[in-house]
C-alpha cells in the first residue's frame, strides 16, 4: 500500500498540467487533478490532500476565490496552499497570501525548485502558517 502523499493540482492549462504531472510523480508523489476552481474546492473537500498547488488564472473560480473557499472550511485547515501563476505580477504574491495562500511559486516552472519547493512544504518548513 502506498503511503505517498497526495497532491492536488488546480490547473486548467493542459502543457502546464502535464509537467507539474511529470514533476511530481516522478517525486513518488500521488497526484490528484482539477481543471477549474470549482471542481478543485469540490475535490480539496473530498479528498484532503497534502498540499494543494493552486494556479490563480482559472475558469469557474479563479485561484484566489478558490482559496479563500478553501481556507474558510475548517475541515480543510493545515493543508498548505502554493499559489502557481504565470503571471508574474508585482502584488499577486500579496494577492495569494490575503487569500490564505502559504507560498508562491512562479510559472515558468523550474523543474528542481518546484520540486524543492513542493518538498518543504510538504514538511512544514517553508510555511509561515505550516501544516497543522
Ligand atoms: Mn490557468
Not at 1 to 4: E, I, Q, R
Given at each position: 500500500?502506498?503511503?505517498?502523499p ?42 484532503r ?37 504565470a ?46
Open positions: 500500500m502506498s503511503v505517498a497526495r497532491i492536488l493540482v488546480v490547473e486548467d492549462n493542459p502543457m502546464n498540467l502535464e509537467l507539474v504531472r511529470d514533476i511530481l510523480t516522478a517525486e513518488g508523489y500521488e497526484v490528484l487533478e482539477a481543471a477549474d476552481g470549482a471542481t478543485g474546492v469540490a475535490i480539496a473537500t473530498l479528498e490532500p497534502a498540499l494543494i498547488l493552486m494556479d490563480l488564472q482559472l475558469p469557474r473560480l479563479d485561484g484566489l476565490e478558490a482559496a479563500r473557499l478553501i481556507r474558510a472550511d475548517p475541515r480543510l485547515a493545515g493543508i498548505p496552499i502554493v499559489a502557481v501563476t503571471h508574474a505580477m508585482k502584488g499577486d504574491d500579496e494577492k495569494a497570501r490575503a487569500a490564505g495562500c502559504d507560498g508562491f511559486v512562479t510559472k515558468p516552472i523550474q523543474v528542481r525548485e518546484f520540486a524543492a519547493t513542493v518538498a518543504a512544504f510538504l514538511k512544514g518548513t517553508k510555511s509561515g502558517s505550516g501544516p497543522a
